[in-house]
């Protein structure tokens, strides 16, 4: 019912930034918590960022201080606004939303890839 695409990774240098966006399709209406994941090679795909409907944010102790996570309703769209890259936030970040009502319902986009050079 719900559609995410994630756009804006790329490759950047230590220290840089970049702005990752994920634009959400369907039945929008039905979206609560919308957040960022992120995946390394090998690896458990780790939680990022989170924000409510309500614009209350979470952040992993990871990237606490260096990621901004926002939303904007009316164009139904997630930001991660990411500064000071590292070499270790390399991953692909896949945009995910909780269905307001059905506990246990998420939807997920297809990913895009950072990467982070030193």
């Known amino acids: 019912q719900v559609q995410l695409v994630e756009s804006g990774g790329g490759l950047v240098q230590a220290g840089g930034s970049l702005r990752l966006s994920c634009a959400a399709s369907?039945?929008?209406?039905?979206?609560?918590?919308m957040g960022w994941y992120r995946q390394a090679p090998g690896k458990q795909r780790d939680f990022v960022a989170s924000?409510?409907?309500?614009?209350?944010?979470i952040y992993a102790d990871s990237v606490k201080g260096r990621f901004t996570i926002s939303r904007d309703n009316a164009k139904n769209t997630v930001l991660l606004q990411m500064n000071s890259l590292k070499p270790e936030d390399t991953a692909v970040y896949y945009c995910?939303?909780?269905?307001?009502?059905?506990?246990?319902?998420?939807?997920w986009g297809q990913g895009t890839q950072v990467t982070v050079s030193s």
């Open positions: 369907g039945s929008i209406d039905s979206i609560n918590t």
């Open positions: 995910e939303a909780d269905h307001r009502w059905k506990i246990g319902v998420n939807y």
């Open positions: 924000v409510t409907n309500g614009r209350s944010t």
